[in-house]
């Protein structure tokens, strides 16, 4: 949780990144600023997004089940929209109509704790149900929330330690899984259907490992060799803004940067495009991976909202595992 939000703070920049275009251009920055290093990741120069401030959301609802406080933070695009037409306290008020425009990050960005709270094999089934009717109460489109159990699966594979190079092959097994839960609930079917092929098609022309194969990158992969490789991923030209390409960077990220850091906030945080998104993602699954060895101190003790993240991690910890929570 706390390096998620790490991961949005540095690629968000307080807007100043998350909407540059160049990754070379944030790496020039970057080095002004003295490296990671001399980031102190705080209000107010760094503050964590609206990324954050929806996953934190999501984990305190799946740890007590109860409405969050307003953290004051502006949402994405399609959230407002979707969220406006839900009807709390009415039967199934939590859906909304197919919106063929709803293919953006909003759901993705916002759904690793569902994979903390649901990590084992036996639980894909709920991982699944949840990680979809969540994802498309704001995104009820298959490239949004999709990517919603993208983010989820994935962090439930970091926290049962499955090596990365299956975790591709693992996503597309697990989507007709999905797909058969969306034809089985009824709610707009034929839309869904017409519309799922999208996510599978770009996720199949990937070049990481579907079959636990070395992941293939292009020489040299620097940021402006990525900030053109991920181009190649995006829906509409911006780089991690959509369901899809969202986790396929974070994941693209993950596979390059091993243990380091460093090298993870690189591909993953300081890329041209919707970077606090993507660094959100693998910032959550990293961190799983490694915890805290490595990363500068500043890039998260006096992280926004950290307390609240600590505290909601260890109560879907004692959810997930069957403990009393700190």
Not at 65 to 72: M, N
Not at 96 to 119: E, K, V
Not at 143 to 155: E, I
Request: proline fraction near 8%.
């Amino acid at each position: 949780m706390v390096l998620s939000g790490a991961g949005d703070a540095l690629g968000y920049r307080n807007q100043r990144w998350e909407y540059c275009p160049s990754g070379p251009q944030i790496h020039a920055e970057l080095a002004q600023l003295g490296g990671l290093g001399g980031i102190q990741a705080a209000p107010p120069d760094w503050p964590v997004s609206d990324d954050t401030v929806l996953h934190l959301a999501t984990a305190e609802a799946l740890a007590t089940g109860e409405r969050g406080t307003d953290l004051g933070r502006g949402k994405g695009g399609t959230d407002p929209g979707g969220t406006s037409q839900l009807r709390p306290g009415e039967p199934a008020g939590y859906r909304i109509p197919f919106n063929p425009s709803a293919t953006g990050c909003g759901a993705a960005m916002r759904s690793m704790a569902i994979g903390l709270r649901y990590p084992r094999p036996t639980e894909l089934p709920t991982l699944i149900r949840i990680s979809v009717e969540s994802g498309r109460m704001t995104h009820h489109h298959p490239t949004g929330y999709l990517g919603a159990l993208a983010s989820a699966l994935f962090t439930a594979y970091a926290v049962r330690g499955l090596s990365l190079a299956q975790w591709g092959a693992g996503l597309l097994q697990t989507l007709p899984l999905a797909q058969t839960y969306v034809r089985d609930a009824g709610i707009d079917t034929q839309p869904n259907l017409d519309a799922w092929g999208y996510f599978p098609q770009k996720w199949t022309c990937g070049a990481w490992p579907k079959d636990m194969a070395p992941p293939r990158f292009p020489s040299p992969y620097g940021p402006a060799e990525r900030d053109g490789v991920y181009q190649t991923f995006s829906l509409e030209g911006w780089a991690g803004r959509s369901g899809h390409d969202a986790p396929m960077i974070a994941y693209d990220a993950l596979l390059g940067a091993g243990d380091c850091w460093d090298e993870l906030c690189s591909r993953a945080m300081f890329h041209g495009g919707d970077s606090d998104s993507t660094g959100v993602i693998a910032g959550c699954c990293w961190g799983l991976a490694h915890g805290l060895a490595g990363v500068p101190e500043g890039n998260h003790r006096h992280l926004e909202y950290r307390h609240r993240m600590e505290a909601a991690a260890d109560r879907i910890h004692a959810l997930a595992w069957g403990e009393s929570a700190p």
